[in-house]
């Protein structure tokens, strides 16, 4: 599941309008404020996508030890099938 961008949007507007609500200041002031909520956002939509790729990943890796666990499961059940063959085979002392 990736964050929708529409969101990150939605974020970068209600800052823009809360950093325009504060009309006494000056526009460069304004022009300043809006930069660095932008950049806030920025930061934290960079984060949450990062959340999500770290999530992802370790999704995967489950999967990954999941599927290979089952796979090492299936070669001792074979091993143990051999050497119970080989003990078998061995003469007895």
Not at 3 to 30: I, N, Q, Y
Not at 41 to 50: I, L, Q, R, V, Y
Not at 62 to 90: F, P
Request: aromatic share 6%; with cysteine.
């Amino acid at each position: 599941m990736k964050p929708s961008l529409l969101f990150l949007l939605a974020c970068t507007a209600v800052l823009a309008l809360g950093a325009r609500a504060d009309k006494t200041e000056e526009p460069k002031a304004l022009v300043q404020k809006v930069q660095e909520l932008a950049q806030k956002a920025t930061a934290m939509a960079k984060d949450a996508f990062s959340r999500v790729r770290e999530s992802e990943a370790a999704q995967q890796a489950r999967q990954w030890l999941s599927d290979s666990a089952e796979l090492a499961k299936q070669r001792l059940v074979w091993l143990k099938e051999q050497l119970a063959e080989l003990w078998k085979k061995t003469p007895a002392a």
